[in-house]
C-alpha cells in the first residue's frame, strides 16, 4: 500500500524521472522483482490471495509507466518524441562516376574550348578504316605494333576486327566530310595482349585531329602545350621525341614532367623524371589523298593517348585491372568528383 500511493502520486513525464521509476518498480532488481522473489515463499493458501494483490499492483506500475511515457511523447510532438528535428538528414547512397569517364569528360572538355567537337565509330571494324587506309601496308610488320583480335577473314574492305585504335574514327570522318576537322575520337580499342597490371585486351583512347589549310607542327606543340597546362596544371613541361606511326610524318611521343615526383625522380617515372603521354605527328599526305582529301591544299596534324595512362597519373592508381574490375571499394573513391 504504501508502494500504491507512490505510484498513483507518481505524474511526472520527464524522461529521465520517467527511467528512475521504471528501474526503482519494474526494472529486473526493482521492488516488483524483489516481492516476486519473497512470494515464492508463502504457503500455498496465501498465495492464492495475495497473488491476486500483486499482479494487481504490478499492473498497476505497468500502466502508469506506460501512460506516463505516452503523456511525454505527446507533449513532445507526438509518437515522434525524442527526434531531433534539426539533426542533418541520413542522406542516401548515390553511385560514382567511373574514373575513365571523369578523365575522359575532363580531356574533352578542354580541347572543346579549342574548337575540337567528339566524334565516335563503330567497334567492329574493316581492315580499311583500321589499318590501309592509314598508310599501313598489306603485310606490313607496322600492323604487329598493335596485336589485333580478328572477328572474321576477308571481306569487301578487308578483314573484319576489333578496332585496335580510334585513328579508324578519323578516317571515317575524313572520308564523309569535308575539311577543316577539328575533332576528338574518344573510345574504346582492343589489342590482344596478356591482363596484367600494366597492359590488358581492351582500353581507351582519346586522338584527336585538325585538318585546316597551313596547319604546322607549331600547332600541334601548342595545342598539346596547351592541353597539358590544363590537365595537370600550369608549369608542367612536355618534351617531343621522335617516333614512329605509319599514318603520321614526322611522328612524335609526348612526354611530361612526372606528375607525381614533379621531375624528381620516382618509381613512376623511373627516376628520369619524364612520362610518356601520347603518340603525335603531322597527317601523311597518302592518309588525306586515301580518304579523299587534297594533300596540296591541306594538312593536319593528330594525336592519341590512353584515359588509363592519364588517369594513371592523375589519381596514381597502380593496377590498370581496377579499371574493369566494378568493385565498389574502388569506385565509391571517386564520388566526390562527381
Ligand atoms: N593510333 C596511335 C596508337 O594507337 C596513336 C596516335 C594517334 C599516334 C595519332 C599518332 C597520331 O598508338
Given at each position: 500500500?504504501?508502494?500504491t500511493a ?26 516488483i ?6 512470494f515464492k515463499?508463502?504457503?500455498p ?5 495475495l497473488?491476486k494483490v500483486?499482479?494487481?499492483?504490478k ?12 503523456e ?5 510532438g ?24 571523369l578523365v ?30 592509314l ?16 572477328i ?10 576489333l578496332?585496335?585504335?580510334?585513328s579508324s ?8 566530310g569535308?575539311?577543316?576537322f ?5 573510345g574504346?580499342v582492343?589489342?590482344?595482349?596478356a ?10 583512347q582519346?586522338e584527336?585531329l585538325?585538318?585546316?589549310?597551313k596547319?604546322s ?14 590537365l ?5 613541361k612536355?618534351?617531343f621525341?621522335?617516333?614512329y606511326f ?9 612526354d611530361i614532367?612526372c606528375?607525381?615526383?614533379k ?5 613512376l617515372?623511373?627516376?628520369s623524371?619524364w612520362?610518356?603521354?601520347l ?9 588525306l ?5 587534297d ?8 594525336f592519341?593517348?590512353?584515359i ?28 566526390s568528383?562527381?
Amino acid at each position: 500500500t504504501q508502494y500504491t500511493a507512490e505510484i498513483n502520486a507518481f505524474s511526472t513525464t520527464k524522461a529521465d524521472e520517467l527511467e528512475q521509476f521504471r528501474i526503482k518498480f519494474l526494472g529486473t532488481k526493482g521492488i516488483i522483482k524483489d516481492i516476486f522473489d519473497e512470494f515464492k515463499a508463502v504457503s500455498p493458501e496465501e498465495k492464492r490471495t495475495l497473488g491476486k494483490v500483486l499482479n494487481e499492483f504490478k499492473q498497476l506500475a505497468e500502466a502508469k509507466y506506460q501512460s506516463l511515457k505516452e503523456e511525454g511523447g505527446q507533449a513532445q510532438g507526438g509518437k515522434d518524441a525524442g527526434m531531433d528535428l534539426t539533426l542533418p538528414g541520413e542522406g542516401f547512397e548515390v553511385g560514382a562516376r567511373h574514373p575513365l569517364a571523369l578523365v575522359r569528360r575532363e580531356i574533352v572538355e578542354i580541347f572543346n574550348k579549342l574548337g575540337f567537337i567528339v566524334a565516335e565509330g563503330p567497334e567492329i571494324e574493316d581492315d580499311w578504316h583500321n589499318f590501309s587506309a592509314l598508310n599501313f601496308p598489306e603485310e606490313h610488320p607496322a600492323r604487329d605494333m598493335q596485336d589485333t583480335f580478328f572477328i572474321k577473314k576477308g571481306g569487301e574492305k578487308g578483314d573484319i576486327a576489333l578496332r585496335t585504335h580510334t585513328s579508324s574514327v578519323q578516317v571515317r570522318m575524313m572520308e564523309h566530310g569535308k575539311p577543316p576537322f577539328r575533332a576528338l575520337m574518344p573510345g574504346r580499342v582492343y589489342r590482344n595482349e596478356a591482363i596484367s597490371a600494366r597492359a590488358h585486351c581492351f582500353f581507351h583512347q582519346i586522338e584527336g585531329l585538325y585538318v585546316d589549310e597551313k596547319v604546322s607542327f607549331a600547332d600541334l606543340k601548342q595545342t598539346l602545350f596547351y592541353f597539358v597546362q590544363e590537365l595537370y596544371g600550369e608549369g608542367t613541361k612536355v618534351r617531343f621525341r621522335p617516333s614512329y606511326f605509319p599514318f603520321t610524318e614526322p611522328s612524335a611521343e609526348m612526354d611530361i614532367s612526372c606528375t607525381i615526383c614533379k621531375g624528381d625522380g620516382c618509381q613512376l617515372c623511373k627516376y628520369s623524371g619524364w612520362v610518356e603521354i601520347l603518340g603525335c605527328g603531322m597527317v601523311d599526305p597518302n592518309v588525306l589523298e586515301n580518304c579523299g582529301i587534297d594533300s596540296k591544299k591541306y594538312s593536319g596534324f593528330a594525336f592519341g593517348m590512353g584515359i588509363e595512362r592519364i588517369a594513371n597519373l592523375k589519381y596514381e592508381i597502380k593496377d590498370l585491372r581496377l579499371f574493369s574490375e566494378n568493385d565498389t571499394r574502388f569506385l565509391s573513391q571517386f564520388k566526390s568528383a562527381l
